[in-house]
């Protein structure tokens, strides 16, 4: 496995790849790795001719006032663990790699994709996103990038951007990776202190509650988030940002459910926040 800090670099290996006429995938990553990142490295590397996994911790998709500073960086570790995943690139620029002194632009999707979910919490987040991926796309020039469902917004703001541009690659989205008790898989876990960690599979608890709830009948928003929040109100330590139902495929809340739709939420645990959704497809009556 090559290690790549430069943008050129990279660049240039990608396009020999590419006249080569081969398949390059692509696994965009702030690093500390964890088995949800590795199946979408399993499944490049399974699909794609060249592997290139970057590990970027994006100064842009940070607000001022979260947790840039204390994100976990084990860089040993996830280098030994893309080495032996078959990876044939780890891409892993520096900030001013990135973004040089004098860098000014930035990528912005628009309209109602953010107006709801996490959007509203972290303004500037998503625009900090897809400036990167832009980048990324740009400099590794893959034919399919890997995204996990866990980041189900992010996905589909990065698939209008895609089209909008007409950027030319595919995405693929793979299903959450979870803890036997149900949690999550993310970087942040291991910030969790032990207590923490305890109240956290209440999330996929609440989701599962919900969807659980849809298939014996319910069909109003209103009580099946009801029925959630008062699962998440059990676990003290868990401070619900919000819990929403919307269209799996618009993301825009729904009053009566059918179709497919998505359960999603963000909680604070002390200073950490996670994020979790499940999509349930509603029975038809
Ligand atoms: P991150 O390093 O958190 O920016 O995540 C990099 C990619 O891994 C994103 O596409 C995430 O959606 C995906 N990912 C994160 N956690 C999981 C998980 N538990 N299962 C599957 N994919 C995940």
């Known amino acids: 496995m090559r290690i790549v800090r430069s943008t050129t670099r990279q660049r240039v ?114 625009r900090g996103v897809t400036t990167v991926v832009t980048k990324l796309l740009h400099v590794v020039q893959p034919h399919v990038v890997y995204f996990g469902q866990k980041d189900a917004q992010q996905n589909k703001i990065i698939q209008q951007m895609t089209r909008d541009l007409d950027l030319d690659c595919s995405l693929k989205v793979l299903p959450i990776v979870r803890e036997p008790d149900g949690l999550a898989l993310s970087s942040r876990n291991r910030l969790l202190t032990a207590m923490q960690r305890r109240s956290a599979p209440v999330l996929y608890g609440a989701l599962c509650a919900g969807r659980a709830l849809i298939g014996r009948g319910a069909r109003r928003a209103s009580v099946v988030r009801a029925v959630m929040r008062r699962i998440l109100a059990t676990e003290s330590r868990v401070r619900v940002q919000y819990l929403a139902i919307v269209r799996a495929q618009t993301l825009q809340p729904v009053a009566r459910l059918r179709g497919k739709i998505l359960l999603a939420v963000a909680a604070w645990l002390g200073h950490i926040r996670l994020i979790d959704n499940l999509v349930v497809r509603v029975p038809q009556r």
């Open 13 to 126: 290996l990608s396009a020999g790849w590419r006249r080569k006429g081969l398949c390059i995938g692509l696994v965009p990553t702030m690093g500390a790795l964890h088995a949800g990142h590795l199946s979408l490295v399993r499944a490049s590397t399974e699909q794609c001719d060249r592997t290139v996994v970057s590990i970027f911790v994006n100064p842009l998709q940070f607000g001022p006032r979260e947790d840039l500073r204390e994100y976990p960086r084990p860089r040993i570790s996830d280098r030994n663990l893309l080495a032996r995943s078959g990876v044939h690139v780890l891409f892993a620029p520096s900030a001013v790699a990135m973004y040089p002194p004098g860098f000014t632009t930035a990528v912005e999707v628009h309209g109602s994709l953010l107006q709801g979910l996490c959007a509203p919490f972290r303004p500037g987040h998503f």
